[in-house]
């Protein structure tokens, strides 16, 4: 039912990194521009990261510059975010999207512009 699969979330203390994946077998993920946003609770959901859909171009909020990097592997039809150095300020529900191109190297940081999206995976960081 979920287009969009994510894993990889879990507890972990602040400082120590997670590898979250995002895969689907429905579809060829190496179509659509990616990205990764976050909510929460009560709060906004939030963009963290995207990857164009040829993988040449990446976009960050400032709170990801540095720490985190947005990847993707079009054999294994999956696409990552290494987040490194976390922070209690990162917990938050994550969410994989795909965006169905307009553009051929398509890049989007607005969650309106994603047509697909996966169910999320929790990730919890500890002080």
Request: charged share 20%; proline share 3%; with cysteine.
């Amino acid at each position: 039912q979920v287009p969009l699969v994510e894993s990889g979330g879990g507890l972990v203390q602040a400082g120590d990194s997670l590898r979250l994946s995002c895969a689907t077998s429905r579809f060829t993920l190496g179509n659509y521009g990616m990205g990764w946003f976050r909510q929460a609770p009560g709060k906004e959901r939030e963009f963290v990261a995207a990857i164009s859909r040829l993988g040449g171009r990446t976009h960050y909020t400032d709170s990801a510059k540095g720490r985190f990097t947005i990847s993707r592997d079009n054999d294994k039809n999956t696409v990552y975010l290494q987040m490194n150095s976390l922070k209690p300020e990162d917990t938050a529900v994550y969410y994989c999207a795909a965006d169905t191109c307009t553009t051929w190297d398509c890049i989007a940081i607005r969650g309106p512009d994603y047509d697909y999206w996966g169910q999320g995976t929790q990730v919890t960081v500890s002080s």
